[in-house]
């Protein structure tokens, strides 16, 4: 049988990590920072996958080394899945990021732009390779929207031709990531992904936004298109509180994998 | 005096594997030219991608005659996801292409996938079904191991004694673990598996010469 998945996703910005509500960014701290102050450790050994996003636009080569280096230093120590993202905008930057330690890159703008490239990263890493992030938020006659640029700009309707689209993108796992619950942890947005446009829907489904705490993923992972939920959520999450997330969830369901 | 080498292929990236490698105090060697002949005690053939891709360079990097040699003096090889699918006779990922034939058997995209309405491809934990080898000492059985993969071997054609297997399961069984006297593969990756994973490489390493 396969498990769902709770998977992480660290917000980088120059040196350090972030915060972010509704897409709008708070500062945290640094990496020794996270370290000492949350256990980031045991975080780690209870995750199922970590994603960590170099959130700064059009990044110069310093930007990239600082990023890169504090990947590296994850890397060492913690042997989980890792996924790493943020500005791919070609095969280039997607191989530069599985040169420096990725197993897999998230890719959003690029789904709207540049669908030829995301093919051409699946000829040589695999389909598995590239993770979908779709932002997505509802308007004001509640039509779902999906975003690009940083859920700056408004892309395209999400209805079965959408989902047509991404059915046939050459990708592994997609993330409906909630602009609206972005950070706020009041919980994730069911409603959205038992909606009839998701009736045709084949890939592996995250869904990312608005977990605030384990009865909140439970939630999510009851559904069975569901496989995992990711969360931003370093304040209600580090330290003890995915270990007992873990640990909660387990009691009531074996969806979760356990880790030795 | 234990030599573990790792081929790079270039299809996929070895980083996990260094790390994890390296972690259990290790100093590997990578290999990525093969131009002279593969000499160690342990071999890693990692791989993430696409069969037909990896069996070009299989070929063009003579890869068969190299890693005989290497299989001939006592060396153990351990085959991770696809070069766990390169261990056996053929692939149909992109096409029928040939692997380097150790064991008997196709790797096909997984059949009943669609119709159970799972998704493709096949990612994150399940379980394995190990048997009581060298290489599971102290881990759990079944024990959870990451998947990433959409292409799986269902069967083996030609059993004997010492062909052992475990499996998994998703949709339908498939083989997720394999070994023969000194060959091992494993479709799951230990490098990616927290502690179990730790385990399992640890044991591969500390297997002594034939």
Not at chain 1, 82 to 103: C, H, S, V, W
Not at chain 1, 127 to 135: E, F, G
Not at chain 2, 21 to 48: A, C, M, Q, T
Not at chain 2, 138 to 154: A, L, M, Q, T
């Amino acid at each position: 049988m396969l498990y769902k998945r709770i998977i992480f996703a660290l917000l980088f910005f120059e040196g350090n990590f972030y915060l972010s509500r509704n897409f709008r960014l708070q500062k945290v701290g640094d990496i020794d920072w996270i370290k000492k102050n949350y256990d980031f450790g045991k975080t780690c050994n209870s995750l199922d996958e970590l994603i960590i996003l170099n959130v700064k636009k059009n990044s110069n080569i310093n930007d990239k080394k600082v990023f890169f280096n504090t990947i590296k230093r994850i890397k060492k120590n913690f042997f989980l899945p890792l996924t790493l993202g943020g500005g791919i905008r070609n095969f280039e930057d997607a191989k530069e990021m599985f040169e420096k330690g990725a197993d897999k890159v998230v890719i959003n703008t690029l789904f709207y732009n540049n669908f030829l490239e995301i093919e051409k990263i699946a000829n040589t890493y695999g389909n598995q390779a590239s993770t979908l992030m779709i932002d997505y938020k509802q308007d004001k006659d509640n039509q779902y929207f999906c975003y690009k640029n940083s859920g700056q700009e408004k892309a395209e309707p999400i209805n079965k031709f959408f989902i047509e689209k991404i059915n046939k993108c050459l990708c592994g796992d997609v993330i409906f990531n909630s602009i609206d619950l972005d950070g706020s942890g009041m919980g994730p947005d069911i409603n959205f992904i038992i909606s009839q446009v998701f009736k045709k829907f084949l890939k592996p489904t995250l869904l990312m936004g608005g977990f605030g705490n384990s009865s909140h993923i439970l939630k999510a992972l009851n559904i069975k298109k569901i496989s995992g939920i990711v969360t931003a959520n370093l304040f209600n999450f580090l330290g003890n509180g995915l270990v007992d997330c873990r640990k909660n969830i387990l009691i009531y369901k074996k969806y979760l994998a356990s880790f030795e | 005096m234990k030599k573990i080498i790792i081929l790079n292929c270039n299809f996929g990236n070895i980083d996990s594997v260094l790390n994890a490698v390296d972690y259990l105090g290790y100093k590997p060697i990578i290999v990525s030219n093969f131009k002279k002949k593969i000499e160690g005690s342990h071999l890693i053939l990692p791989g993430v991608g696409n069969f037909f891709y990896a069996s070009k360079k299989v070929i063009e990097f003579e890869l068969k005659e190299k890693i005989d040699t290497f299989l001939k003096n006592g060396g153990f090889i351990l085959g991770i996801c696809l070069g766990m699918q390169l261990l056996f006779s053929k692939g149909k990922e992109s096409g029928e292409a040939a692997g380097l034939n150790y064991f008997n058997g196709k790797c096909e995209i997984f059949k009943k996938a669609s119709s159970n309405k799972l998704p493709l491809p096949h990612i994150g934990f399940s379980e394995v079904y190990h048997p009581d080898t060298s290489l599971w000492n102290g881990i759990k059985n079944p024990s959870d191991f990451y998947f990433v993969h959409s292409f799986r071997i269902k069967e083996i054609k030609k059993n004997s004694d010492d062909l052992k297997i475990g499996f998994s399961s998703y949709g339908e069984k498939f083989i997720s673990y394999i070994e023969k006297k000194n060959i091992f593969g494993v479709q799951f990756h230990p490098e990616k598996s927290h502690n179990n994973g730790l385990k399992l490489l640890k044991n591969f390493f500390e297997l002594n010469a034939l």
